[in-house]
């Protein structure tokens, strides 16, 4: 569902376009996320990994004129996890699904 109202969001953003004598750029993106650990302040659990992985996302960028940009990323992370019990216990394992969407501003104080 989301993906389709993101869709939806494209196909007026392109159609304006030649309204607002403006340029919509597209890239897809791809590459690697480093992740880490976090220390865990419970009773049963003492650490939690994420492992690094590989990921991919799309960036649309709509530049306004000569002078500014807004930019909508979004990028997607398939890894695992694994949880370091306290006491001796053995691990808990399991696949995590990382998705991150950043909105971006950017203006031209000169442009040159």
Known sequence: MKLRKLTV????VGSAHAAFAATV??????????NGSRDLAGPRNDRLDL????LRGL????????D??????WTRAYSSAE?????GASPDRFDV???????NGLYMMDPA
Not at 25 to 34: D, I, L, S, W
Not at 83 to 87: D, K, M
């Open 83 to 87: 949880i370091q019990r306290s006491g």
């Open 51 to 54: 492992k690094n992985a590989a």
């Open 97 to 103: 699904r990382v998705e991150q969407f950043h909105i």
């Open 9 to 12: 969001a494209l196909a007026l």
């Open 68 to 73: 500014g940009e807004l930019e909508l990323s």
């Open 59 to 66: 960036s649309i960028g709509y530049l306004n004129k000569e």
């Open 25 to 34: 750029e597209v890239m897809p993106m791809v590459g690697y996320q480093f």
